[in-house]
């Protein structure tokens, strides 16, 4: 995620990921496929949640449907502590919770 973090701001797909988030009506009058873009942001997230759930259910010797309850809350907290709309604020929110 920090990788993440560090790309979106200056690759083109990662601007056009924003622009399309932001101002989808601006971002097709620039040419941005706004549609295109929401899918390859809902991709992304899919396979951010899926590596995450390997990883949790490979410590956990199994995937039981609570294995994300306590991760789920804490991302939440992380994230409003944080700020919602500030990635490295999530993250700064989320080391504030150890």
Do not use: K
């Not at 601006?26 to 995450?52: E, N, P, Q």
């Not at 449907?65 to 907290?77: E, H, K, L, R």
């Not at 409003?80 to 999530?90: F, I, N, Q």
């Amino acid at each position: 995620m920090l990788i993440a973090a560090a790309v979106f701001p200056i690759h083109q797909t990662g601007l056009q990921l924003r622009a399309s988030a932001l101002a989808p009506e601006v971002a097709r009058l620039l040419g941005v496929r706004v549609s295109r873009m929401l899918t390859i942001g809902w991709m992304f997230s899919a396979a951010s949640g899926a590596v995450a759930a390997v990883i949790i259910a490979s410590g956990n010797f199994g995937l039981y449907p609570t294995n994300m309850n306590g991760i789920f809350v804490a991302g939440f907290i992380a994230a409003v502590v944080g700020g919602l709309e500030s990635p490295l604020g999530a993250i700064a929110g989320g080391c504030s919770l150890d």
